[in-house]
């Protein structure tokens, strides 16, 4: 039983991590801290930008909650924390390399998942300032971009018909 109680606070907190993630994109990133975000929108990645030090920000509850929680025993407090750790990786596997290939461990996928979320995040960089932006979310987007994706699908899918009818 407690396994599964762990298991679940950690899936919880993961999910409320995309929310959090959302909010502080939506409200801080494109608002107070925007000069630290700027730099991720202004095209033209390098190896370092002054927006991975969101990464640093979003490192220190999580390791507040895996140290405290170890050091008075609450375990619960430590799968918060581990939460907040797997959503990091998440967030870094997919917007860092899955979407904006900055290290070329994966090649494009045909995943319509992958499709529909790079799609969304590439709707969110066609904004290059900060006002007036969509798509702040990462992992759960939109119906309008799964839609997208899904007539593109049929399009090509229609394309490769249609030559295949006429020879028939
Ligand atoms: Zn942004
Ligand atoms: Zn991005």
Known sequence: M?????TLIVAVTFLFMEFVAWASHKYLMHGALWGLHSDHHGGGYTPFQKNDSFFLIFAIPCWLCIMLGMIYHVNWVVAIGGGIFLYGCCYFLVHDVVIH???KWFTRSNNKYIKVIRWAHKMHHKHLDKENGESFGLLIVPAKYWRKIEKDEEAINGSRNTPQHQDA
């Open 101 to 103: 290939q900055r290290f």
């Open 2 to 6: 407690t396994i599964i109680f762990y």
